[in-house]
């Protein structure tokens, strides 16, 4: 189990992610046009260097929905590996069936 305050921190990076990602998109897309005027682009990358850090996408890690481990995640399930192979062992995750040779 990690700790809660780090479960929080991820989940507020999440927050304002979805919060910002309309406007980071808009002023990546001036920054990338290449027919806008150089001085447009170089504004809109310094207003995209004042938004957050933690609004981007990529700074969200995927953790345990169960546990909060950020390491051996499955995006499908989005848990861990150990709480995968317990929760598939009962039969609780429907169409998971352990594999016997």
């Known amino acids: ?5 780090s ?3 991820n989940n507020k990076r999440a927050k304002l992610a979805k919060q910002m990602a309309g406007k980071r998109a808009r002023l ?3 920054v990338m046009d290449r027919e806008a005027s150089p001085e ?3 504004n809109a990358a310094l207003k995209l260097a004042e938004v957050p850090r933690n609004s981007a996408k990529n700074r969200v890690r995927l953790l345990c929905e169960l546990t909060g481990r950020p390491r051996g995640n ?4 989005k848990i ?5 192979r317990e929760l598939g062992n ?3 995750i429907p169409g998971l069936v352990k594999s016997s040779w």
């Open 1 to 5: 189990m990690s700790k809660i305050s």
């Open 7 to 9: 479960v929080e921190r």
């Open 28 to 30: 990546k897309a001036q």
């Open 40 to 42: 447009e682009r170089f």
């Open 74 to 77: 499955y995006r499908k399930f």
């Open 80 to 84: 861990c590996r150990n709480k995968l």
């Open 90 to 92: 009962l039969g609780q």
